[in-house]
């Protein structure tokens, strides 16, 4: 494509050279740079993409977008602009073709339930007959591979580069999830969205590398509503009327507590051989009984975002409650039923907030024992080890503390950092470092009625240990304990998920 084809819709200056010049790639890392590229001068926290100009001309680039005053190259083509990271989403999406207006693209921000909701819209859509690929924290499905993510929301080149393979693999239709991070970094600049959900907003991603300050994570995640035709709003959260300040997009509402275009009524807690679910009564542009195979009010709200987008794309009713009976999301308090007698479960509650939320919400059935198994990251901020010591330790009737991703770090160090918030309560706890024979503990000791939770994990598959990465997955380490134990030992020993 010749230069002033991938700059269409950019505001930007000539700095030298020809925009009619032939673009055969485009490129962000100055070490994949071939011939006649352009290249993107990032600024990004540890290196900046314009100091390696002369690199990437020697290698072939023949075109620049910058952003800062730089000296011309003969035979170059240089573009300056206010902002790359903004230039290389437009420019992108351009080299690909635009292929997000060539599909429905359904984007969710928000603090806390992006993964869940993902899950629900796409399983909905899917069973409809919309061909449907996702972009999220776990994974990237674009109608052909399964890629394990790096990024809530990856950079646009890549955003770009799989809605076009999305496209050509048949797909119809895109579910992603747009981070804070992603929208104030430009990683979705280009991208065409139908419609935009929000979720919810806390207090998360507030420090020196994410935001600033809780407004500045409010505004940035506000940016989506600027960008969509149509906006789905959590009309009970205290933040909506932020979200949706300065929105340029129609305005569809859901929760509980007031006159919603998708109401939750009546709700009520299921509990049956283990397993924990959520029911209510649906009013509005839909009505009918809705049953969640998930537990807590959470989601109530993930399942009525997901709804309101499945409704609005004719996904008939029937279908959006046969999936919701059914909905399992790896790693978001997803239930291993091994048991009648007990429930145990993985969720990704990695930090104080979370972990509150789940123990909170699992409180609600009434457990004979909540059991909380947790560890902590090394090589992060010890304030979040002391919180969720204190908030286990103030919430579960048992802590079994464990190893996370010790990383560099001594994991009896970390381990003394959760003791030293749990020891301001009153919390029983013990500590077994092997995350393994902390599980083991976990369901040996097991009693009727518990309810145990293995938080921290979630979809992760490693252990990462001085610098490597080791497989670690918790599914895999509750079926070899189920080997290698006497099962009848097990309280209510009933395998519905290693069978």
């Known amino acids: 494509m010749k230069a002033s084809e991938l700059l269409k819709g950019l505001q930007y200056s000539v700095i030298c050279g020809d925009e009619d010049i032939e673009i055969k790639e485009i490129y962000n890392d100055s070490r994949k740079v071939g011939a006649q590229g352009l290249f993107f001068c990032i600024v990004g926290a540890k290196f900046d993409g314009h100091e390696y100009i002369k690199d990437v001309t020697e290698k072939g680039a023949v075109c620049l977008i910058v952003q800062k005053d730089v000296n011309p190259v003969p035979g170059v083509l240089i573009v300056k602009v206010e902002s790359t990271r903004y230039a ?6 351009n080299f ?4 997000s207006s060539k599909l429905t693209v359904i984007g969710i921000t928000g603090t806390k339930g992006k993964t869940t909701t993902t899950y629900m819209i796409r399983e909905m859509l899917m069973s409809a007959g919309h061909k449907t690929g996702l972009i999220g924290t776990i994974e990237i499905m674009d109608g052909k591979e399964v890629i394990p993510a790096n990024n809530t929301t990856p950079e646009s080149m890549i955003v770009h580069k799989k809605l076009k393979d999305m496209l050509d693999n048949g797909l119809d239709s895109v579910v992603m999830e747009v981070s804070s991070q992603g929208l104030m970094l430009d990683r979705v600049a280009g991208v065409d969205f139908d419609y935009g959900i ?13 935001h600033k300050t809780f407004e500045e994570y409010a505004m940035w995640k506000s940016k989506l509503f600027t960008m969509c035709k149509t906006g789905i709003f959590n009309a009970d959260d205290a933040h909506v009327d932020t979200m949706t300040e300065h929105a340029a997009c129609k305005i569809v509402t859901y929760g509980i507590h007031g006159d919603y275009d998708y109401k939750a009524n009546d709700h009520n807690l299921y509990n049956k051989d283990g397993h924990l679910g959520i029911g ?29 987008v499945a409704d609005l794309m004719g996904v008939s009713f029937d279908k959006i409650q046969a999936i919701l009976k059914t909905i399992k999301v790896k790693g978001r308090v997803e239930l291993i039923p091994i048991s009648d007698k007990f429930t145990i479960m993985i969720d990704y509650a990695h930090n104080a907030v979370s972990l509150e939320s789940i123990l909170e919400t699992l409180r609600e059935y009434n457990p004979g024992r909540l059991v909380s198994l947790f560890g902590c990251g090394g090589d992060r901020s010890k304030e979040r080890r002391f919180e969720m010591g204190e908030v286990s330790g103030n919430m579960a009737d048992l802590t079994i503390i464990t190893s996370d991703n010790p990383r560099s770090e001594d994991p009896q160090a970390i381990i003394n950092d959760i003791k030293t918030g749990i020891d301001k309560t009153t919390g029983k706890y013990v500590e077994i470092i092997d995350r393994k024979e902390a599980i083991r503990y976990a369901i040996m000791h097991a009693e009727p009625g518990d309810v145990i939770v293995l938080a921290g994990k979630g979809h992760e598959d490693y252990q990462e240990i001085k610098g490597v990465k080791y497989h670690m997955d918790e599914r895999d380490l509750i079926r070899e304990i189920l080997e290698e134990e006497d099962v009848t030992k097990i309280c209510g020993y009933n395998n519905r998920y290693f069978a």
């Open 88 to 93: 290389m989403g437009i420019v992108s999406s």
């Open 96 to 99: 690909y073709g635009n292929p």
């Open 198 to 210: 929000f979720s919810n907003l806390s207090r998360d991603h507030i420090g020196p590398n994410e």
């Open 280 to 308: 209510y009564h649906l009013s509005g542009k839909l009505n009918g009984d809705v049953l969640v195979n998930l537990p807590g009010n959470f989601s109530i709200y993930n399942s009525l975002a997901a709804i309101a």
